[in-house]
């Protein structure tokens, strides 16, 4: 059975760092590429960050670049998000997710497996 399970969530001021994990098992991690989306309330889904099998290759969001960094420890089974300067519109439901491709994506519908998600909500 395919977990992923996020971490790392909670309330930051604007301008704040946070950093999200996401450990993940019943998979062979060091073959999958991995993802990151958001989903504000009222809004759809948004691609945030993806990264390649073994790390060399990440794509970001227009909204993120700069801002956020994507990496994994494939010795951990476990993908990361590191956030900082954090904006009150960076607010939503934060979303692993494992592809079902061999390459990273900015697709949701490339993703198969998903964790349940973590808040992060960064006050003005």
């Known amino acids: 059975q395919v977990q992923l399970v996020e971490s790392g969530g909670g309330l930051v001021q604007a301008g704040g760092s946070l950093k999200l994990s996401c450990a993940v098992s019943?998979?062979?991690?060091?073959?999958?590429?991995m993802g990151w989306f958001r989903q504000a309330t009222g809004k759809e889904r948004e691609f945030v960050a993806a990264i390649s099998r073994r790390g060399g290759s990440r794509d970001y969001g227009d909204s993120v670049k700069g801002r956020f960094s994507i990496s994994r420890d494939n010795a951990k089974n476990t993908v990361y998000l590191q956030m900082n300067s954090l904006k009150p519109e960076d607010t939503a439901v934060y979303y692993c997710?494992?592809?079902?491709?061999?390459?990273?994506?900015?697709?949701?519908?490339?993703?198969?497996?998903w964790g349940q998600g973590t808040q992060v909500t960064v006050s003005s």
């Open positions: 019943g998979l062979t991690f060091s073959n999958t590429a």
């Open positions: 997710a494992a592809a079902r491709i061999n390459y990273y994506s900015a697709y949701e519908g490339d993703y198969a497996y």
